[in-house]
């Protein structure tokens, strides 16, 4: 790999010098909880094309199918239209309802379109995020996740990881982006912080929305839901991932395989590509086919318990490229009360299958186990005998 692909989408000027980087490198190898930090992704780009050891998957997790190699491997999900859901033909919103329906039993994701997020708002919200990353490593370590933390700068988000992301990342919510923004930028955080505020609200709002699509889609009052979603049980949270090239594409994954723990998932992203899903019928990994105007929606456990088990929580992973970075915007949408299965759901034939637990009890492990693919939320809280024998196939 060249200098000047590798320096591309990072700016030249940012870069910090080689010492730095070589020290930091040197540091990572020793350090394997989350406070691991992003310089050695910038010393490969500078340096040329070997992957560091902290980097290589093991064996059974390294991609075959990646951007750099043609796979017949895509999904293209179903584009459900919001605006079919406020329209008075029924036809066009039981399609629109049965297709998100679907594909949340099946896939454990869609792709919503007229979703009424702002365009001008999304495109300033991720150039202000390009700009974050483009900041040199000794400004991003100042707002840097310590161990134990959600929100702030760092790769890796899982703890216990085999090999590190090769990706960096920065998780804010709305309450607290301006104190971490200001860890950054100390007397200009505003700039960065009033697009990224305003973003997540709105997309927290589309997330009430297909929140009750979905509730409606169990047969259940589209409010069912609500009184767990009030302005203090909803929480919003933004992890921004930003993708380096990568010289060794087959050996790394951007973001390792995990389900997402929360209620439901509302990612932008733009249009390089790297997203896969798991499909466990075919024993495959699937390439998601990116669509900008769209947002993915996906099932995270929360959603999966408290739909009894009917949506649900997919694996997937992101895999990276040589030639092209790639940025990703995830919102999280969730709820701190305790959520169960409502009665209408359960009968005879589908009991309940997961015990009540909170967010605030499941975050403790949430982010920790990371082998396997099994399920977390069926290992820790599912109601064994009540559990499917088999899982039912992705179709
Ligand atoms: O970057 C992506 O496409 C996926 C990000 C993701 O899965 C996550 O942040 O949980
Ligand atoms: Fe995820």
Redesign the pocket.
Known sequence: MSLSMGTQGLGPSTLPPATELLASLANIAQRTDSTITNAGLLSVLLQGSKLPEVYVQPEQDRPTNYPDVQSELEVELPAVDLTAFNSLDGPARAEAMSKMVQACETWGFIQVINHGVDLDLTEKCEAEVHRLFQLPVSIKENALRVPGALYGYGANFWLNLPAMNWAESFHVTKHNCKEYAAKLWPSDYERFSSSVEKYIAQVEDLGHRVRRILTEGLGLTPDYFDPYFTEKDTSSSL?M?FYPLCPEPSKAL??KA?R?PHFL?L?H?DATG??QIWNERKDEWFNVKPRVDSFILNVGDVLQAASNGRYRSVL?R?VVNSYKTRL?M?CFFNTSATIVAPPQLLTPENPQRYRPFSWKEYIRTAYTVTTGKDSQLDELYGIQENLPKQREDQR
Do not use: F, K
């Open positions: 992890r991932n951007g973001l995990h997402d998932t990612l992203q790297g997203l997937h992101v990703s995830a």
